[in-house]
């Protein structure tokens, strides 16, 4: 039996659906795995790494039983989910992409593993992504790239580029991912679907293989904003394990879109963003300002510092975070710990071990790793002085369209750049969310940025979910 | 700013990283380059500003000292790339005249 995708693709729907008794959740697993036999048959996107037939089918079976009784499972009831593969689920293959844990099964569940299960949702697999997240593209994984499922020649973005695609190409209607500079925001964007990132401390990091503590997070992707709202919301919470997390709830207000001012930050169509994404998301300006919405114009003057002080932080952690695989108590070892780290570690995420490890090293700690936290200070500054005149800001997610597979790779600093709209979130531990807006004339992906305050989800969703609702088919 | 052979090798050490030959020169010229490119926060004015190592800027988050379920030996130890009982196995990492130099 084939879901119809006006069904499928939408967890809300779908889970409404199976719960009604419509659909069983069994026949809701036997089509994920259907689509994503075709998906790999016809197109090799090579969107996972890992597949869980037997525990999907058995929770399936759980769930299908519970629904006999009249209990409810939840608000995901039978929904596929698609998790990347740094985020650990128990008995289930976990690798980050990487040799180094290729044979690497986790004893325990992520909290937020836990909170999707306790939802009624049905974990799928796990997806490809760059490997330990250190990547824009999706190019760097051990276990080979990802295509664009919306434009096989070009890249679909990442980290998060497994968790895109798998969404974007119909497998699943939602996938979890992880975003420590864009990592779920840019694969949204190139794969012309939804992915936010929540205010820091709103998600539980446990479980959540670390690359930069002070920056990661996790958060959903989506066809639809109102199904990232929901996932968001479950996922979210207090967490006994992760002292970060604040335990502040996200639900939806209702506030209109026209009480609202939403700035439009220059420095967001300056040099290095191209023409075509600055002329496309001009043109979504004014089609909100035609449909009431306020906007002003608003300057964030730290903003081109922003790769410099991201890079610099981030891989200071990640040096100090990813010091543990050392073929110890787990993961890959050889003869000893320096070919153990060498061969297991791909050649992005050395390079950037030695960078933090400079950065933080005796004689330039002062000069790079210190300023750049300074840096980071006048950032989170300016996002506070701009959010005292407006509510939200509007702009593009990436400076450029999806590029070609091997573009960039020669060059790494030029990837990097790829992030600069989306870095200064993270660093200042703000929510973000990418939509669909447009797409060049070859076909590929443009996505609009919206950002909150800390902890002001309700009026990002707000305005994601009237956009596409005004704009999307 | 230029990152010397030594310098690279000094990292390498600290990072308990061993680069291929083939690797080295190549890598080294693209940190330099980064290095480079990061230099330019030195035009950001900076004085009397506080470091901002975190979002939260959270201080002594503590729980109660009471113990709590972990992780039985058998479920840790399922990893482990070499163990002997309940222990993890590890390449020896001290030498006998080690062990006298620290008995005398």
Redesign the interface.
Known sequence: MNIPDHIYLHANRLSDQIQEGNISTEAVVEESYRRLEKTEEDHALNTFITTCEESAYRRASKIDQQLEKGINPGPLTGVPVAVKDNICTKGIRTTCASKMLE???P??DATVIEKLRNAGAIIVGKTNMDEFAMGSSGENSAFGHTKNPRAEQHVPGGSSSGSAASVASGVVPVAIGSDTGGSIRQPASFCGITGCKPT??HVSRYGLVAFAS?LDQIGPLAHRAEDCRIVTNIISGKD?HD??T?GQQVDKQNRDIDDMTVGVPEEFFGEGVSAVVQETIQDTIETLSSAGVSLQQVSLP?TK?G???Y??IACSEA?SNL?RY????????E?????T??SG?G?EV??R???G???L?EGYAN??Y?????????I?NDFEQVFEQVDLLLGPTSPTPPFRLGEKTED??QLYESDALTVTCN???LPGISVPCSQTDEGLPIGLQIIAP?HHEPKMFQLAEQYETDNMP | MEIEQSLLEKMETLSVLSLQEGETENLRQELSSMVDYFSQLEEVDVESVEPLSHPLELKNVDREDESEKTLPPEEALDNAPARDGNYFEVPRILNDEDHQTHDS
């Open positions: 044979q690497f099964v004893p325990y820091y401390g002070s006994q002292m970060t604040t730290h510092y790769i410099a002080t890079y610099l040096s010091g050392d073929g110890t108590l787990f993961g890959a070892r003869s000893d710990m320096s070919s780290r060498t570690f050649k050395k390079r071990i030695l960078l490890t400079f950065a090293s000069q790079y210190r300023r750049a936290l300074k840096v980071r200070r006048l989170k790494p600093l660093l200042a531990g800390a």
